[in-house]
């Protein structure tokens, strides 16, 4: 079978690869977990390793059309460089694309996570049909991707799409992990739902909360899908902590709706799977911030599809459907 693609997608925890087709169906795929702790040496070897188990899977190179690898941090498509990765230590200045096409002879793009998982909605997900969408992704930390025209959205520099990093509350006591206060990302993500939910049980700790309970006393075991728990079943303190995550996630898309005017937006990620109950709360607050809420009221949010395999999606959407996408020369 030809026109097959190698799709890769390098996370601090685990590193996942498939074999999509140009169709867009996965046919095989393998995990494993990073040793990102081991150094850049030892993760790329295990990419390489993933690599060449999938070449040989899909029946030799031939068969293939390309390799596609995202990771997050900043990928720079055009050149192929990854310029920093966060969460993968010594992934920094390294010209992946030319070393994955030295090692294997065949034509290598890379791209940033959430650019690649956009883009896969777009293509064989939830947004099939749209041109226009912006993807959102809401766990550890919140990863965008602006896809315009069925295509990634990169800059004048290949760095745009960072919406997890607009702030919306410069006065916020919450300092983002890239410095600035009050980042969507500072105030909604997985692990700031998480803070908020343990200041407010420091500060109301007469009031009964089933958080407290759930979590036998023990604050760090407090998780997202636990306040979702606790506040599906009325408790006051959980309720009113995703409440407020619905609240930010609104107001910043409302932003985001003003500004890129998408005929789709899609959400993903954990946090993204609490559901209706977060959604109505985003939807509520996106009216009150946003231009036009009348036309904002008909774009439609919906959930991710691709789940746990959208970055091997992703990372193979670069060269689906042939060439559409295409940043750099074959
Ligand atoms: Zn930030």
């Not at 509350?169 to 980042?183: E, F, I």
């Not at 036009?292 to 992703?314: R, S, T």
Request: charged share 20%.
């Amino acid at each position: 079978m030809q026109n097959l693609t190698i799709g890769i997608d390098v996370g601090g925890t685990k590193i996942a690869g498939g074999i999509v087709t140009a169709k867009g169906r996965l046919l095989k795929s393998w995990v494993v977990p990073t040793k990102a702790h081991d150094g850049v040496k030892t993760s790329f070897l295990q990419v390489r390793r993933l690599i060449e188990r999938l070449i040989a899977e899909a029946g030799g190179k031939h068969n293939l059309v390309g390799i596609g690898l995202c990771a997050p941090g900043t990928l720079d498509p055009k050149t192929g460089f990854v310029i920093n990765a966060p969460n993968l230590p010594g992934w920094e200045h390294l010209k992946l694309a030319h070393e994955l096409e030295r090692i294997f002879s065949l034509p290598a793009r890379v791209e940033n996570d959430a650019n690649a998982a956009g883009l896969a909605e777009v293509l064989f997900g939830a947004a099939v049909g749209h041109r226009n969408v912006f993807y959102v992704t809401v766990s550890t930390g919140i990863g965008t991707g602006i896809i315009i025209d069925r295509r990634i959205y990169h800059g004048s520099r290949g760095v745009a799409g960072e919406g997890g990093h607009v702030s919306i509350d410069y006065k916020s006591p919450y300092r983002c992990g890239c410095g600035t206060l009050g980042c969507i990302e500072a105030l909604a993500s997985g692990p700031a739902m998480v803070r908020r939910a343990r200041v407010r049980l420091v500060q109301e700790y007469t009031t009964p909360s089933l958080l407290r309970t759930m979590s036998h006393g023990q604050m760090k075991l407090i998780s997202p899908e636990m306040i979702s728990e606790a506040a599906r079943k009325g408790d006051a303190i959980a309720k009113s902590i995703l409440d407020e995550t619905g609240f930010y996630l609104g107001v910043w898309l409302g932003g985001m709706i003003t500004l890129l005017d998408p005929s789709a937006v899609v959400m993903g990620g954990g946090v993204a799977r609490i559901g209706k109950p977060l959604f109505s709360k985003i939807r509520e607050a996106i009216r009150h911030y946003t231009l036009n809420p009348a036309m904002a009221a008909k774009i439609p949010i919906l959930p991710a599809k691709l789940q746990e395999n959208v970055g091997v999606y992703g990372a193979a959407s670069l060269f689906l459907p042939a060439g559409e996408t295409a940043e750099r020369p074959l």
